[in-house]
């Protein structure tokens, strides 16, 4: 372990940023490493000369004491200091520590540049030897290696230097090869730069960072290596001493006098630890290391109980899902931001219900929350949140589960990703009968096999054993499908189930969820960016737009019907057949604003060509009409403003990033309409 | 229609045990190239060491022609390409040479000791696999997506000092402790269970620091994953969620380094032998390399190397049955 020497291998190489040695002298564990490594420095310069002649004085008068005031450590079998023979032997230790890296730097080096310098057979021929020894531990090649150069300081520095080499080699050839893919390489290839030159000029400079900062890493464990070989009887020998042949010499009494082994032991770990730890922070400072540290999260207060108003008539058995003013509060640093504000909607049996909006309009958020699923420091609130009639803002969650587990299924976006790998496709479906429904593994294994089945999976049985890995993208979905149907859903969330997946493969998909609702009158929520898709498979669609429901309305209204100017906005940017081809698509100015920074007002109005005064100072309620449509717009039963709408600019790149709109975009250069100008 | 959905199922069974296969060929290949490989380096070992190495081991008095008796034996007088094929026939039958110092065969040596050295090696590891495993799960699950922030501090910091002391300087600081101030326990020998303890923990206390952290890391990253949120909406219990579902993956990426650790371990038992006197395999190299033994040498290097190229294989075949994946992607 301790000599477990080769340098991590740290691929990226460094952004050219020349103060970060400097700079992380600022960071706390940066200083404290930078001082230490410095006293170590300091101290391996001045003690021999101040105190060599006093660590050699033999006394006969005081053998192997134990630590007194005048002997801080202890004396050794010939009376002499211990506590000054630790700092002495500083020198040493350092010294043949920093010799053998620098013969392990030059040795890895050569190896690790080759591949730019010798043909391409003899780079093969060493990378594979490389290869090879960085398989064996550092103290098993130091050894080998002490047994060819012999025992003694020369040999050990060697051994060392000789062992460290292949871990750096690797470490320069994987720098090496991200430099020579780079263009300016190739470029400087072509203009006929000699072998050298390029090694010189364009390659070394730069990975010469990260090297040094693996150097000194490097030189933390070389150091570590050598107090081994000297605590072996391998290293140094003779007058002269190191930490290692200390602490060798003082193991041998540690029942008498244990201060003789444990001050020069914790010389070596202070020492080490210098090193090491100044090298990583280096490393951190510029960025070798990437320790992906999730943004801080304020802590939010557990989902309280909401007031639940339950009026009995409405709690009708064909209601699947009822949300009243649910609310999601983030409590960051600057305040709690409400990334979904006051959503409500119902779910009837049967029913597929759309919810459409840009990025960052709140959907995911909004059955994330409704699923439960939300992470648990994000506050939700809501008036009502019922599912088949159960009331799930109270109540014990065991009892949640079992319900929501076999009943409320969701498909999420990436089918490639959200498979477990590591899992068998069956056992993966299989284990929600076992959990939930009660089934042993032969019979839920069955189910999984006959749920397979179900969503058109090709020998279903031969395919419930296989990895994730082994399905298409479209079977996964489908297969994720089929998860959803292993217990008996009411609900089926489908959370941009498509848009991961091949255009062909969509339309499969869409019809199969569709078909699964229209066989056991599931209902299904499906989110999308996509008009168009909800359109053709919606019931009903939702629009929301930062964090609200702004316009409810019937599927088959939506292109012809849509009252709110958002919604309007997002059926015209999707060309048609009758768009006319000279015109640029329209697209929606301006960008979805950030929950953090809503508008007063209107959160559209910034957008919306139709805004008055009003829009921008009082925020307009969601209002239900006759029909049981609703809208939260002042403007919406004013005419349309013909053509003007929104802007047909082209120059405007299309402000709403869409997740993946391949549609819209790969559509950009065809035929677009000019809004409102629909029959 | 069956025709159709058979069809490429059959083409894809006989890929599937292909791809089982076709690894575990090249993984046999660059087995006994890396064998090859370690019998060539030790048997070059001895040639390369500056000046006549009979003479070196028998000292500058010994008389020229017990030396010149020596070298016949030793048939250093060959050429090298017959000395290095006879080399290598003896090493596949099992011949490792005559010890100088022990006057026996080096394999009767080496099978005294090897036992002693497997016994240390394979309880630390254990002992390091218990430890760190429960704990990086544990610590994972604590400080997922960035909670309990102090808890990880303190974690990390400590596994990181811990894991930076040297198993030897480890071993002399808990012989100090548990042997010297408390005299709980023994310091030296290989006699009962109690004088494992020591050994066992100046081995395996680093690693099991540096497995523990990686795999909170690892716990960290996989439970942010986009199929443990396919996990959770099936409303699986945490035991099952953490441990079913996390768990395999977060141990893909961990056996990579806890193989590195175990063969690591295998060297550091040499250290440790010699803190503990614990009388292996790492005892009798070094005491051989000092009195220029070199046959003896050279088959404790041979083992050594054995010993690591066998872990690296466990650790292959290990990350494929966890990631069924890998068997797939071609290694360089």
Redesign the interface.
Known sequence: ????TPAPARTRPAPRRGGGWLAVLRTPVGAAAGLLLGAVLVLAVIAPPLWHDQAATINTGDLLKGASSAHWAGTDNLGRDLFLRVLVATRLSVGLALLAMLVAVVAGLLLGTAAVVVGRRAARLI?A?V??AV??????LA??F???F??GTTGAVLAIGCATAPGFARLTQTLVAGVVARDYVAAARIAGVGRIRLLTRHVLPNIAEPLVVNATIGAGSAL?SF??LS????GVQGASYDWGRL?GEG?DG??VH?AA??AP?VA??VA??AF?LFGEAVAKRIGLTGTG?????GRAARPGAAPTARTSAEASTDVVLDVRDLTVTVTGPDGPVRPVRGVGFRLLRGEAVGIVGESGSGKSMTVLAV?G?L?E?LQVDADRLTFLGTDLLSGSPRD???L??SS???V?Q?PM???????RVGSQLA??SR??GGLNRRDAAARAVDRLRAVRI??AE?RAY??P??FSGGMRQRA?IG?GMMGSPALIVADEPTTALDVTVQRQVLRLIDSVRRSAAVATLLISHDVTVVGQVCDRVLVMYAGRIVEELPASELATKARHPYTRALVAAVPDMRSDPHRPLPVIPGRLPDPSELPVGCAFAPRCSLADDRCHRHEPPLETDADGRRVACWQADAEPRRGSDFDSRADVTPPSAHKTDARTHSAADAPAAPTGERP | MTTLSQAPSRTLTRLTGNTWIRFAARRAGRLVLSLWALVTAAFLMIHLIPGDPVRAALGPTAAASLVAARRADLGLDDPLPVQYVHYLRDVLSGDLGTSMTFNLPTSQVIGDRLPATLQLALTAFAVAVVIAVPTGVLMGVLTRGGRARRIELGFTGTSVALGTIPDFLLGVLLVYVFGVSLGWLPVAGHTGPASYVLPVLSLAIGPAAVLARLLRVQMVTVIEADYMRTARAKRLPAAVLYLRHALPNALTATITVGGLLLSAMIAGTVLVENVFAWQGLGDTIVHSILAKDYPLVQGIVLVYGVGVLLVNVMVDVAVALLDPHSTTIREY
């Open positions: 372990m301790a000599m477990n990378a030897v290869d090879i398989a064996f531990p550092g103290l098993l050894l080998f002490a047994v060819i012999g025992v570590l107090a081994a605590f072996l009887g391998l602490l193991l540690i029942y244990p082994a444990l032991g070596v770990i080490g630890l090491n540290q999730p943004p801080s999260r699923a699923l992470d420091r949640h589960a079992r929501l587990g409320f299924a969701m999420f990436d990703t959200s498979f477990n790998p590591a899992l284990e929600v959990r939930h090709p020998a031969r296989q990895y890995h082994e994720m998860m």
